[in-house]
């Protein structure tokens, strides 16, 4: 925002919007309205293609297992590529400590101009890795360096981006500014299962193999030009102050709590996403025996379905309340899991597996800018960024980006097709009870 709407506290060394910006008074408006623009592109671009460039490596898993780390087995190759896609998640801690912290003692802009480059790093190094083949045993060490570069990245970025945000908005449209967070996951998940789709259509098996899948990393490496340019534009929300203590101190002494409520909170939503949304194409292939092109149409259903995410935050910002709207949507996903996946299971057809996919994000959707506000507005903005970086780096990292490896390992062990149900159910029960434990503050500031 304009320095003309904002006030600086000089005792808490906080940035806040003036009183007639907080409001939503008429006064200044149309340059309000014109910034908040600026700023949600700004952010939701920037994250959404560091997004793609984290995600891009679930659709091409299976070619990557391949390729990299030749076992005997289909399914031991499968595996490894997955824990491997899981590795970039165990780095999101360590970022969203390091990055989080960074953020609210530096400021949000710097914080997400670093989340650039680091994300361009581990991006280029998957994209020009030599093969197995080629390089041996250096080939899937180059690999996992990529994603825990890609891991450290995200960590951070998530808390820094929905930060940033929430504060660029007023008291009236946090709701609709946060929502695009979950927009730019739609879209990178759209763009990254449209690329897998085309170029699974387009390309000879050799031809993919070779090259071919290569190609949605190095047009990832756009992220390092478009970013810095568009968020060195930006108007800082938080100017950091001078502590005793750093943020991550402050959050576990006094918020311990929350963080740990907020982490079982995300659990049902992580899932979702990493399930429905990333292993849902390779699920389609390997246990329903559908064409790898056709099953891809889910992961374009599932982004789409995302970019819907606005609309819910216009819905939360018309409540007084955040947490109604989540309970009923994890109570409706919890009476909808099983039967979606029994459709799935006995009529394996496009269309209801379509309807499947598109109903479960949706309910993810919903809840999403609401889930996002309760826990933001339940920290004081000088460590809201570390909050929030732990809270979404530890939940994801330890029920969503390990999720396509479990639910796989499930499935092999079980042979039992409703595995992904299992897991789903498990996490969004554990969610809903976080949330009736958690406070429902709607903070002002």
């Known amino acids: 925002m304009h320095e003309s709407l904002k006030t600086v506290s000089a005792a808490a060394g906080e940035t806040k919007p003036a009183p007639e910006a907080a409001n939503g008074s008429h006064a200044g408006m149309p340059s309000i309205r014109n910034n908040q623009r600026r700023t949600i592109f700004a952010a939701s671009l920037g994250n959404g293609l560091e997004l793609f460039d984290f ?10 297992g391949r390729l990299y780390f030749p076992v005997d087995g289909e399914d031991g190759s499968l ?21 989080g912290n960074y953020a609210d003692r530096v400021g949000r802009k710097p914080a997400l101009t670093l989340t650039i480059g680091l994300m361009a790093m581990g991006t280029a190094i998957i994209g020009l890795a030599p093969t197995y083949a080629q390089i041996g045993i250096a080939a899937p060490v180059l690999i996992v360096a ?5 891991g450290f990245s995200a ?3 998530i808390g820094a981006a929905a930060s940033f945000l929430m504060e660029s908005g007023t008291r009236a449209n946090r709701g609709y500014m946060v929502s695009w967070q979950m927009a730019s996951q739609g879209g990178a ?4 299962a449209l690329c897998a789709a085309l170029l699974t259509r387009w390309l000879s098996p050799h031809a993919l193999e070779s090259w071919g899948w290569r190609l949605p990393f190095l047009l990832g490496l756009l992220i390092w030009p478009v970013g810095v340019y568009i968020r060195r534009h930006l108007d800082e929300t938080h100017s950091g102050q001078v502590r005793e203590h750093s943020a991550l101190s402050e959050a576990f002494r006094a918020h311990g709590g929350k963080l740990l409520l907020g982490t079982l909170l995300i659990l049902g939503g992580t899932a979702t996403m990493y399930v429905v949304v990333f292993f849902m194409p390779s699920y389609l292939v390997k246990v329903m025996h559908m064409p790898p092109a056709t099953s891809m149409l889910s992961g374009c259903a599932a982004g789409a379905t995302l970019l819907l995410a606005p609309l819910a935050g216009r819905l939360v910002d018309r409540l007084t309340r955040r947490k109604p709207l989540l309970v009923a949507v994890n109570l409706v996903s919890l009476a909808a899991v099983w039967p979606a996946f029994t459709l799935v299971q006995q009529q394996p057809t496009l269309t209801n597996v379509l309807v499947v996919v598109v109903g479960l994000v949706a309910l993810m959707t919903i809840g999403s800018p609401a889930g996002f506000l309760l826990i933001m507005e339940a920290f004081p903005q000088r460590v809201r960024a570390t909050g929030l970086s732990v809270i979404y780096a530890c939940g994801v990292t330890l029920f969503g980006g390990f999720a396509q490896f479990i639910v796989t390992w ?15 159910l498990a996490c969004t029960a554990v969610s809903t009870l976080a949330l009736f434990a958690f406070s429902d503050l709607h903070k002002q500031d």
């Open 155 to 157: 960590g951070g970025e």
């Open 189 to 192: 998940a759209l763009a990254g």
């Open 79 to 99: 595996l490894l590529a997955l824990a491997t896609f899981g590795i970039g998640f165990v780095m999101r801690p360590l970022g969203s400590v390091v990055i």
């Open 55 to 64: 995600t891009v490596f679930s659709f091409f898993a299976a070619l990557i």
């Open 410 to 424: 499930l499935l092999s062990k079980t042979g039992n097709p409703m595995a992904p149900a299992w897991y789903l």
């Open 146 to 150: 990529g994603r825990l570069l890609q």
